[in-house]
C-alpha cells in the first residue's frame, strides 16, 4: 500500500527533519490550516500572536539571538498585509526571515476569491527573493530555496506562498524527494592586493578607530574580531546586531562612553575601519568623516564598500573571514594614548549626563530610570529598546555581555517603531535562562501592546519598563524647535494606566513616580514570574541628544 502525506504536511516535515526549526511565529487562518496541522503532527512550537506585524517581528528578532533564519506563517490578504511592515523592516535590517503565506485558490483565481490579491507585487520590492509554489510535490525543493536564499550571500527576508490547492491533497510520499539541507561552506575572498594596502593604511594610523555593525553580529565572527582587536589595539564601537559580538566592557570598547565617544572618534580618528556598516542618515551619510580622514570598508555587499563615500581600501567579502585574512597582515598596534584622549574628551562632554545617572530627580530623568534598571538588573541581561528619546537613553544607559545584549530595534534604517515588545519576547523565548527588560517610549508601547495576551498565554516573563514623558517625545521635542511650542499637533499622549492594561490580561503592573520606587518595583516585577509592566512617569521636557540630529535630518535647506 502506498503511504501518502498531505501537501500542508510536507512544509512542517521539511523545517523540522531538514532545518531543525523548532519554533514559528504565526497567527492561524482558513487558507493555511493544512500547515498548522503539520506542526502539531511533526512537533513544532508555534507562538501565535494578536497581529501578524508581531509575527514577522518576533521571527526576525529569533534569527538574531538564535543565529537561525526565524520563520513566520500568515494567512493570505489581510494576514499578509500585516506583516508587511515587519518584512520591510528586517529588509533594510537584512535579517535572515522566512515569511510562509497563504493564498487564495488557484482554481479561484480572477472569480473574486476571498482575500484574493495579488500579494507577488506587493512584496517582491521589500524581500530577497519571493516565489509561488503551484505543485504539491515541489513544496520541499521551494522550502529549500527559500531558506538557502534568506542566508547566502549578504542575508535577508524571503517570501513563500503556498495556495490552497497544493496544501490540501495527498501524494504519495516516495514521489516527493526530501531535499537535504545545504552543508557546503563558501566564502568570498577580497584581492590580496586589496588585503595589504588595507592593511598598510591600518598599520599606519595614529588615531584609529574600528566600527562594527550588523554584518559583524550576522558573521558571528567574535573569534576573529577579538584577535583583530587584540593585535591593532583599536578602540572600538559595535553597533545595531554587531553590539555584543565582544562585551560592552572590553577594555577597548567605546560603550563607557556611548554616543559622545562615537562621535568624537569618527571626527578626529585619522583611519576608520567599518565593517558590516553602512554610513546612513546617523553618520550623515559619510558627510561626518572629515576629508582627510582614511576609510577602509568592509562589506558582504560590493555595492556597500564605495557607498556614499569613496573607501581608501574596500575588502569584499563575509566579515569574519575578511579579519581573519587581515589578521596575518597587521603588526602589533598600541593605541593606548589615543584611547585616553578620546575617553577624556567624552568624559568632559559627559559630565552633566554622569551627574543625571547618579542623581535623584523628581520627576525622575530618563537617563536615571535607565541607570537604576541597569544597577538592579545587571549586564549578565539582554536589554531590547524600543522608542525616539527612549532609544537614546537606552542605548548610553545599559551595558551587557551577552551577544545581541543591548539591541535598539528602531534603530535600523526604517526607524520602525512598536519592534521592542516582539523583539523582547523572541529574546526571552530564545535566552530563556537570561533577564530581558523592554526599555520601552510610551508611544511606541501602543504598537503591539497586545501582545501582552501572547506573553501570558506562553508564558514569556519579559519585564517591560515603560519610559513615560506623556508624549511622542521625540517629535514634541522635534516640533518644539521648528514649530514652536505653541502650535504642537499630534504629539501628546497624557497618562494612560498601560499597567492596569497588563494587569487585566493577566500580567503584572506597577505604576512607580518617584526614584525610590524604581529598584523595588523592579524586584516585584521579576520575582512575580509574570509579564510584567512597570508605568514609569518622567520627566515630559526632558529630550535627548538624538532629537537635534532627527530634526537636522528631516530640515531642507
Known amino acids: 500500500m502506498t503511504t501518502t502525506i498531505l501537501g500542508g504536511h510536507l512544509v512542517g516535515k521539511y523545517l523540522k527533519e531538514v532545518e531543525k526549526v523548532d ?8 487558507h493555511i490550516e493544512a500547515i498548522l496541522d503539520s506542526f502539531t503532527e ?10 501578524e506585524q508581531a509575527a514577522a517581528m518576533m521571527a ?19 494576514g499578509f498585509t500585516n506583516a508587511i511592515t515587519g518584512i520591510a523592516n528586517a529588509y533594510l535590517d537584512n535579517a535572515p526571515l522566512v515569511v510562509l503565506s497563504g493564498k487564495h485558490p488557484l482554481r479561484d483565481d480572477l472569480k473574486g476569491a476571498l482575500q484574493e490579491m495579488n500579494q507577488m507585487d506587493v512584496v517582491k520590492p521589500i524581500t530577497k527573493w519571493a516565489a509561488t509554489c503551484y505543485e504539491t510535490k515541489r513544496i520541499p525543493e521551494y522550502l529549500a530555496m527559500a531558506f538557502r536564499q534568506a542566508v547566502e ?79 591593532s589595539g583599536i578602540p572600538f564601537i559595535l553597533l545595531n546586531y554587531g553590539r555584543g559580538e565582544l562585551p560592552d566592557n572590553h577594555p577597548l570598547s567605546l560603550w563607557d562612553i556611548g554616543n559622545v565617544g562615537i562621535q568624537l572618534g569618527i571626527t578626529q580618528a585619522d583611519v576608520i575601519v567599518a565593517a ?19 576609510v577602509v570598508r568592509i562589506d558582504i555587499d560590493p555595492h556597500e564598500v ?26 602589533r598596534g598600541d593605541h593606548d594614548v589615543w584611547v585616553k584622549t578620546l575617553r577624556a574628551a567624552s568624559n568632559a ?16 530623568h530618563p537617563i536615571r530610570l535607565a541607570a537604576q534598571i541597569r544597577k538592579f538588573v545587571g549586564d549578565d541581561a539582554v536589554y531590547v529598546i524600543d522608542g525616539g528619546d527612549t532609544q537614546y537613553f537606552g542605548l548610553t544607559g545599559f551595558m551587557s555581555r551577552e551577544k545581541a545584549g543591548v539591541m535598539a530595534t528602531a534603530a535600523g534604517l526604517l526607524g520602525c517603531l512598536g519592534t521592542g515588545i516582539p523583539f523582547a519576547m523572541a529574546a526571552k523565548l530564545a535566552r530563556p535562562d537570561k533577564k530581558v ?121
Not at 519554533?23 to 482558513?30: E, L, P
Not at 558590516?276 to 582614511?294: D, E, H, M, V, Y
Open 23 to 30: 519554533t514559528v511565529f504565526c497567527i492561524s487562518g482558513g
Open 437 to 557: 527588560v523592554l526599555f520601552n517610549g510610551d508611544g511606541s508601547f501602543g504598537f503591539n501592546a497586545m501582545e501582552f495576551d501572547t506573553m501570558v498565554r506562553h508564558n514569556i516573563p519579559v519585564v517591560c519598563v515603560v519610559n513615560n514623558d506623556q508624549a511622542w517625545g521625540m517629535i514634541k521635542h522635534s516640533q518644539e524647535l521648528s514649530i514652536g511650542p505653541s502650535r504642537l499637533q499630534c504629539c501628546e499622549l497624557g497618562v494612560r494606566p498601560y499597567e492596569k492594561m497588563v494587569e487585566g490580561l493577566g500580567g503584572y503592573g506597577e505604576l512607580v513616580t518617584k526614584d525610590e520606587e524604581i529598584i523595588p518595583a523592579l524586584k516585584r516585577a521579576f520575582e512575580s514570574g509574570k509579564p510584567a509592566c512597570l508605568n514609569v512617569l518622567t520627566d515630559p521636557t526632558v529630550t535627548s541628544p538624538a532629537t537635534p540630529l532627527f530634526y537636522q535630518s528631516l530640515k531642507m535647506d
Open 153 to 231: 550571500g549578504r542575508p535577508g527576508p524571503v517570501f513563500l506562498e503556498l495556495p490552497p490547492d497544493i496544501l490540501n491533497i495527498r501524494v504519495p510520499s516516495d514521489k516527493v524527494p526530501m531535499a537535504t539541507r545545504m552543508t557546503r561552506k563558501y566564502t568570498v575572498h577580497p584581492d590580496d592586493a586589496d588585503l595589504k594596502g588595507a592593511a598598510e593604511i591600518i598599520n599606519a594610523a595614529k588615531k584609529p578607530l574600528f566600527i562594527g555593525g550588523s554584518g559583524v553580529g550576522l558573521s558571528c565572527c567574535c573569534e576573529a574580531l577579538s584577535q583583530f582587536i587584540d593585535r
Open 60 to 78: 526576525h528578532a529569533w534569527s538574531i539571538y538564535t543565529g537561525r533564519p526565524g520563520v513566520c506563517l500568515v494567512t493570505a490578504g489581510p
Open 349 to 364: 562632554f559627559l559630565g552633566t549626563e554622569l551627574k543625571l545617572r547618579e542623581s535623584p530627580s523628581s520627576p525622575i
Open 42 to 51: 511533526y512537533h513544532i512550537r508555534t507562538i501565535d500572536v494578536r497581529h
Open 276 to 294: 558590516g556598516f553602512r554610513f546612513n542618515w546617523l553618520l550623515q551619510s559619510g558627510a561626518i568623516i572629515p576629508p582627510g580622514t582614511k
Open 306 to 331: 564605495d557607498r556614499n563615500r569613496v573607501a581608501d581600501a574596500g575588502l569584499v567579502g563575509d566579515v569574519s573571514s575578511v579579519l581573519r585574512r587581515l589578521l596575518p597582515l597587521i603588526r
